[in-house]
C-alpha cells in the first residue's frame, strides 16, 4: 500500500499524535471518575493547549461516559446490557451532560456542531437544568450552518408536546442563529441554514400533529433574500398539504403566500401547474411568473439577434461573429419559445374559463334557490313537461318562462 504524503495527511497525523500525547495524562480514575477527569483537564488548559485539542479529549471521553454521542453502535448495544436501573442511569447521564457543559471551551470552532446537537438531544431526553440547555441551545445557534438534517431531527421528549419532532427547540435555534451579528449569519451561512430549515420543514410536515402556526412561523423566521430558489420551501408546503388533507383554504392561501413564484425551477413549476392541492390563485401567478420569464428570454434573444444582424455589425459586433449554424439554433430556440409562450397562454384562458364558469354555475344555484325553483337533474325540460310535473302544461307555458328555462 502506498504511503500517504500530502500536507492535509500529515497535518492529521501531527494533531493525532498531539492528542495522543495528551490522552496519556488521563489514566482510569478519570473514566470512572468524573471529577479526576475535570481536574486533570484544568491543568492541560492551563499549560496553553489549544481549545480544538481540548474539545478532541472531551470528545473523545464524552463518547465513554454517554454512548450516544457516538456513533458506535457497539457501545451503543454494551449500554443497553447496564444492569443499573433506569432512574440511576437516568440521574448519572444529566450529571454528565451538566459537567460536559460546564467544562467546554469557549472558542468557537473547539466543539462540533453535530456533536453539540448529540449533547442537546441528551439534555432535552434527561431534563437538565434549564441553564445548562440554553448554554448548549447558544452553541449550536452560533455555529448552526454546520449542522446536519440527521442530527437537527431531535425527538419531543415533553408529554405536552403532541409532536414527534421538537419543533419549538428548531425555532429557538433559527431565532438564535438570526440574533448573531450580520457578519456571523450572513452569505455562505445564511444560504446553508435556509437550506437546512427547508429540509427540516419538508419532514416535520409529515406528522399531521404540526400545525399550521408552527409551520409558517419556523418558514417565515429566516429572511425572504437568503433563498435564491423557492424549490425546497414549495417541496415542505406541498408535504405539508398532503399530511393535512383538512387544510381550509385559507390555510392553504396562508401557506402559498410563503412560495414566491419567479424563484421556482421549470421543474418545480410545472409539479405546481398541475398541483390540484394548490388553490387556483396560486397556479395561475405560477403560469404568469413562466409567461414572464419565457417572455424576457425571448426579447434578450430578439434583441441580441437584432444587434447581429443590424447594418452596423461590422462595427458594433465583437471580434468573433457567431457562425450561420448559430443563427439558426438561435432561431429555432426562439420559435420554441415562442410556442411556449402561446401554450402557457392557452392554459390560463382555459383556467379562467373553468374559473368563470364555477362563478356561473354557483350564481345560478344560488337565483334558483332563492325564488324556490328545483333543478332538474338528468332530465330534459321537455321530459319534465310531458311528466306534467308541478303542474307545468307545454301548451300553456309562457314564452318567457319556456326560453328563461332554456
Not at 437544568?129 to 425527538?155: C, F, G, N
Not at 385559507?250 to 405546481?272: G, V, Y
Request: aromatic letters at 6%; charged letters at 30%; one cysteine or more.
Amino acid at each position: 500500500m502506498q504511503k500517504l504524503t500530502s500536507p492535509e495527511y500529515n497535518t492529521f497525523s501531527c494533531k493525532a499524535a498531539v492528542l495522543d500525547s495528551k490522552l496519556c495524562w488521563f489514566d482510569d480514575d478519570c473514566i470512572l471518575d468524573m471529577d479526576h477527569f475535570v481536574k486533570r483537564l484544568s491543568s492541560i488548559k492551563e499549560k496553553g493547549v489549544r481549545p480544538d485539542l481540548i474539545g478532541s479529549i472531551i470528545t473523545h471521553y464524552a463518547s465513554k461516559w454517554l454512548p450516544e454521542l457516538s456513533d458506535s453502535q457497539i457501545l451503543i448495544a454494551i449500554a443497553k446490557e447496564s444492569p443499573e436501573s433506569v432512574t440511576t442511569s437516568w440521574m448519572k447521564k444529566r450529571f454528565f451532560v451538566e459537567t460536559l457543559v460546564g467544562i467546554l471551551p469557549p472558542e468557537k470552532e473547539s466543539i462540533p456542531c453535530n456533536f453539540l446537537l448529540r449533547l442537546l438531544r441528551i439534555a432535552s431526553m434527561v431534563r437538565v437544568e434549564p441553564a445548562y440547555r440554553a448554554e448548549l441551545e447558544r452553541r449550536v445557534s452560533w455555529q448552526l450552518d454546520q449542522a446536519s438534517l440527521r442530527e437537527l431531527m431531535i425527538p419531543s421528549f415533553s408529554h405536552t408536546c403532541m409532536t414527534l419532532l421538537d419543533v419549538e427547540l428548531v425555532l429557538r435555534l433559527v431565532r438564535g442563529f438570526m440574533n448573531l451579528d450580520e457578519a456571523v449569519r450572513s452569505g455562505a451561512a445564511l444560504i446553508k441554514v435556509v437550506k437546512l430549515v427547508d429540509c427540516y420543514l419538508a419532514e416535520a410536515a409529515i406528522d399531521s400533529n404540526v400545525t399550521l402556526s408552527e409551520f409558517v412561523t419556523l418558514a417565515s423566521t429566516l429572511p425572504g433574500h437568503a433563498r435564491t430558489m423557492d424549490d425546497g420551501l414549495y417541496r415542505a408546503i406541498d408535504t405539508y398539504l398532503k399530511a393535512h388533507p383538512e387544510a381550509s383554504k385559507q390555510e392553504r392561501n396562508m401557506l402559498c403566500k410563503l412560495i414566491d413564484s419567479t424563484k421556482l425551477s421549470p421543474e418545480a413549476s410545472l409539479h405546481a401547474a398541475q398541483n390540484e392541492r394548490l388553490p387556483i390563485r396560486t397556479v395561475v401567478q405560477v403560469l404568469f411568473s413562466e409567461q414572464n420569464k419565457l417572455n424576457k428570454r425571448i426579447l434578450d434573444y430578439s434583441g441580441y439577434c437584432s444587434g447581429m444582424l443590424s447594418p452596423n455589425i461590422a462595427q458594433d459586433a465583437p471580434a468573433n461573429c457567431p457562425s450561420k449554424h448559430e443563427i439558426n439554433l438561435q432561431k429555432r430556440e426562439m420559435k420554441r419559445l415562442k410556442e411556449d409562450v402561446l401554450r402557457l397562454q392557452s392554459h390560463c384562458m382555459t383556467l379562467e374559463g373553468h374559473i368563470e364558469k364555477l362563478m356561473e354555475k354557483n350564481k345560478r344555484f344560488f337565483i334558483w334557490k332563492k325564488i324556490g325553483i328545483p333543478t332538474f337533474r338528468g332530465k330534459k325540460i321537455e321530459e319534465v313537461e310531458k311528466e306534467g310535473e308541478f303542474g307545468i302544461v307545454k301548451d300553456k307555458t309562457p314564452k318567457k318562462w319556456r326560453k328563461s328555462l332554456s
